[in-house]
Nanobody
Framework: QVQLVESGGGSVEAGGSLRLSCVVS????????LGWFRQAPGKEREGVAG???????IYGDSVKGRLTISQDNAKNTLYLQMNSLNPEDTAMYYC?????????????????WGQGTQVTVSS
């Protein structure tokens, strides 16, 4: 059974930083994409960043240069380092897994999802 459990969300002032973590278990695909999505109230869920089994990364245009995705395979953990946060980054952030061997940051491609962790950025 695949499980993804996020942590690290919270409230921060504009310009601040947070690091999200996602512990992944039962996800035994040798080729995969792990990613982060976010959803603000009243908005569609959007892809933020993804990393595939080769270590290739992909980012949404609105977060390039500010957010960094990484993985620690020894700890089965996915991370999202978020710097220079602004109020537009306020959303529920979800960790997701896809058995596709490369990242396509489309919601329908990802079969596995965590419960989410809330990030709130105040101005």
């Amino acid at each position: 059974q695949v499980q993804l459990v996020e942590s690290g969300g919270g409230s921060v002032e504009a310009g601040g930083s947070l690091r999200l973590s996602c512990v992944v278990s039962g996800f035994t695909y040798s080729r995969y994409c792990l990613g982060w999505f976010r959803q603000a109230p009243g908005k569609e869920r959007e892809g933020v960043a993804g990393i595939d089994s080769d270590g290739t990364t992909i980012y949404g245009d609105s977060v390039k240069g500010r957010l960094t995705i990484s993985q620690d395979n020894a700890k089965n953990t996915l991370y999202l380092q978020m710097n220079s946060l602004n109020p537009e980054d306020t959303a529920m952030y979800y960790c997701a897994g896809s058995p596709l061997g490369y990242c396509v940051m489309s919601r329908g491609v990802f079969a596995y999802w965590g419960q989410g962790t809330q990030v709130t950025v105040s101005s």
